[in-house]
């Protein structure tokens, strides 16, 4: 069956410092895969997607960055994090339109 | 583009009661439909989705929502709610013409069960 995991599951970063989060997908190959944020008492809002190896879509302008080196490997970045950067982030695996989700990333900006 | 409005931001249900949320979407064609369900500090878990024909839709854990075009809305409901369905619930939208299957997502609506 096709799992899909998240790490890390908390962290707490201090103001400009880097963020590496990352997600995997098993049990399928050539996934669409998708970064939402979640913050605060609010809905989730899509950040990225990708359909491919190396092939990002940027749905909103932002201090953050993904990248898909591998096929079933999505990583968000940022080189310098902003207050605003916490929330919680989830990753998701798309298949035939319905989306399966990570156990997400709980990121607080210090 | 499709959006997707859940009016009400926080409910609160007695146990054994009915619960109705509401979800509203804007979309030009006849959309995908989906509600999932966080629990505090977790992922989210489809709980039903409606792609076409019934009209009314059985998901899990008692769940069932039906779709009605001339009002464009996807109400969920449960006929009697247990405390463990305290959670937060969303209702998304995917365009059925979009082949990347990105999901539009409400703002969610927060399920507080009393005893």
């Known amino acids: 069956s096709q799992t899909i995991h998240q790490w890390p599951a908390t962290l707490v970063q201090p103001v400009g410092s880097p963020l590496s989060l990352e997600c995997t997908v098993e049990?399928?190959?050539?996934?669409?895969l998708y970064w939402y944020r979640q913050a605060a008492g609010r809905g989730l809002q899509l950040l990225f997607y990708s359909v491919g190896i190396g092939q990002i879509s940027s749905e909103v302008p932002q201090n953050l960055s993904a990248s898909r080196p591998q096929d079933r490997q999505f990583i968000l970045s940022s080189k310098k994090l902003l207050l605003s950067d916490s929330g919680f982030y989830l990753c998701?695996?798309?298949?035939?339109?319905?989306?399966?989700f990570g156990q997400g990333t709980r990121l607080t900006v210090v | 583009a499709q959006s997707v409005t859940q009016p009400d931001i926080h409910i609160t249900v007695s146990e054994g009661a009915s619960l109705e949320l509401r979800c509203n979407y804007s979309?030009?064609?006849?959309?995908?439909l989906f509600w999932y369900v966080q629990s505090p500090g977790q992922g989210l878990q489809l709980l039903l989705k409606y792609f076409s024909g019934d009209t009314l839709v059985q998901g899990i854990k008692g769940f069932e929502a039906e779709f009605k075009r001339s009002q464009s809305s996807f109400n969920l409901r449960k006929p009697s709610v247990h405390w463990s369905d305290a959670a937060e619930y969303f209702c998304a939208v995917g365009a059925t013409t979009d082949s990347w299957g990105k999901l539009q997502f409400g703002a969610g609506t927060q399920v507080v069960v009393t005893p």
């Open positions: 979309y030009g064609a006849t959309p995908y």
């Open positions: 049990g399928t190959s050539n996934p669409n």
């Open positions: 998701a695996w798309v298949m035939n339109t319905e989306a399966f």
